[in-house]
């Protein structure tokens, strides 16, 4: 990326795997500290920092530790897809009504994963979609119950969102990409960078990159593992996980905020 106007710049970023480690326990996936200051720095000076995640918006506020210090005043977190949303400046919360379809599957889920021999999977009640676990477990084969998952998923009207050692089961119509859009037609930056890791990134980067036919200036991270490389190709930047992610922003924070401003670490 070339000279950015901090002014006009989205800096767009997934949460897990990206801004915090994965973890056995998603109650436990804290943000990397390094990527917390950075984000700090940039925050006065960025025109919009945005968390665009799978997460309830009330998770990452926590495991994010947005509120715990200066910088981020403005931020805006868009969680479960963009389904929910959480704006920093007004304090405002939105989040739509459970779907009845997520209600009544999770009833029958714990009976069902047992008659399939998967009892061990551990369920994410995320109050809008139901995430099956199965990190850590050697007794169950995710390939192999991915097929029975999705059938389960189209008799309740919902769609399965794959990641790593995850499968999410979710109402159709928001993902990533079509949250982005909206971002940027509410705030019409002229430079955008999307930071991402997973599957369900996909859709963000295939939109942003569809940007830069409009004369925006597109930046698209990776942070790379062994358990996923499929934005590995289509990525300006790779890096090695959360350590480098958080690296690469304090660089950019050094490159983009004025000497001798104020600075949150």
């Not at 390939?143 to 109402?171: I, K, M, N, S, Y």
């Not at 002229?190 to 004369?215: K, T």
């Amino acid at each position: 990326m070339g000279m950015i106007d901090p002014g006009r710049l989205l800096l767009a970023l997934d949460f897990d795997g990206t801004l915090s480690p994965i973890v056995e326990d998603p109650e436990n996936a804290w943000i990397h500290p390094g990527s917390l200051r950075a984000l700090r720095r940039l925050g006065p000076v960025v025109g919009t920092i945005a968390i665009i995640t799978g997460r309830p918006v009330d998770q990452v506020r926590r495991l994010g530790r947005f509120e715990e210090g200066p910088g981020l005043e403005s931020l805006i977190v868009c969680g479960q897809y963009g389904a929910e949303r959480w704006d920093a400046e007004t304090g405002e919360v939105t989040r739509p009504e459970r779907p009845a379809a997520v209600d009544d599957l999770a009833r029958r889920l714990p009976d069902w994963l047992a008659r399939h021999g998967a009892a061990a999977v551990r369920i994410e009640d995320k109050r809008l979609a139901l995430a099956l676990h199965t990190r850590g477990l050697t007794s169950v084969a995710l390939a192999d119950l991915t097929p029975q998952v999705e059938q389960l998923a189209a008799e309740f009207g919902l769609v399965v969102e794959p990641g790593r050692e995850v499968l999410e089961l979710r109402r159709p119509g928001t993902d990533k990409g079509r949250t982005l859009r909206e971002v940027v037609a509410a705030r019409s930056p002229g430079a955008v960078i999307y930071a991402g890791d997973d599957l369900g990134d996909l859709p963000a980067f295939r939109e942003a990159s569809a940007m830069r036919q409009e004369g925006i200036e597109v930046t698209l991270v990776c942070s790379a593992s062994d358990e996923q490389d499929a934005l590995v190709a289509l990525s300006d930047v790779v890096l090695d996980g959360p350590d480098a992610v958080a690296a690469w922003l304090a660089d950019l924070a050094d490159r983009l905020v004025p000497e001798g401003s104020w600075r949150a670490d």
